[in-house]
T-cell receptor
Framework: AQKITQTQPGMFVQEKEAVTLDCTYD???????LFWYKQPSSGEMIFLIYQGSYDEQNATEGRYSLNFQKARKSANLVISASQLGDSAMYFC?????????????FGSGTRLSIRP | GAVVSQHPSRVICKSGTSVKIECRSLDFQATTMFWYRQFPKQSLMLMATSNEGSKATYEQGVEKDKFLINHASLTLSTLTVTSAHPEDSSFYICSAKTGGDSYEQYFGPGTRLTVT
């Protein structure tokens, strides 16, 4: 069965510093996808970045990059030059690429707080 | 980008009544929609997957007679919470995806249900 683990319930970071949010996963599938979502206090889920299991390069989207270490089954999110607006809940998620239902399961989340 | 709307954004209902939540894909056809439930300070839990024109597939532990899901068209899915009780109070979020193997799911803004 799939499982996503986020071991950091909360983190405090100084503005402009880089921050790494940890995510490990467990799956027996060879093909899968990994996501990071941001959820501000308004509740909307904001897609940040995606990494396919066969992608050889780490995904990057602006200030976001995904440190994908397949052998260790980790998919950490790195936010460079953090901003006050980055304060939110962050969820790591996984999808089986060839599931007909294409379900996404979520980790427990990390609450990131940026200090001015 | 693709937009998914939910209506209402907030609803308060009395215990024992039923409440319907709508999820619409505004600018694309959603062959599959997903319904999630999120308790305060917790992660998103998948409740069910609905495909247009067919019965929804419910996750283990989710009562299908309690949470009625209808996906009558390629742009609309509804979740009806029947005979609501205070423990049904939660944040309900839908997501939608197009057909094929696209990994992208688009999330609605969520509906906060309070049962008094």
């Amino acid at each position: 069965a799939q499982k996503i683990t986020q071991t950091q319930p909360g983190m405090f970071v100084q503005e402009k510093e880089a921050v790494t949010l940890d995510c490990t996963y467990d799956t027996s599938d060879q093909s899968y996808g990994l996501f990071w979502y941001k959820q501000p206090s308004s509740g909307e889920m904001i897609f940040l970045i995606y990494q396919g299991s066969y992608d050889e390069q780490n995904a990057t989207e602006g200030r976001y990059s995904l440190n994908f270490q397949k052998a260790r089954k980790s998919a950490n999110l790195v936010i460079s030059a953090s901003q006050l607006g980055d304060s939110a809940m962050y969820f790591c998620a996984m999808r089986e690429a060839y599931s007909s239902a294409s379900k996404i399961i979520f980790g427990s989340g990390t609450r990131l707080s940026i200090r001015p | 980008g693709a937009v998914v709307s939910q209506h209402p954004s907030r609803v308060i209902c009395k215990s024992g009544t039923s409440v319907k939540i709508e999820c619409r894909s505004l600018d694309f056809q959603a062959t599959t929609m997903f319904w999630y439930r999120q308790f305060p300070k917790q992660s998103l839990m998948l409740m069910a997957t609905s495909n247009e024109g067919s019965k929804a597939t419910y996750e283990q532990g989710v009562e299908k007679d309690k949470f009625l899901i209808n996906h009558a068209s390629l742009t609309l899915s509804t979740l009806t919470v029947t005979s609501a009780h205070p423990e049904d109070s939660s944040f309900y979020i839908c997501s939608a995806k197009t057909g094929g193997d696209s990994y992208e799911q688009y999330f609605g803004p969520g509906t906060r249900l309070t049962v008094t």
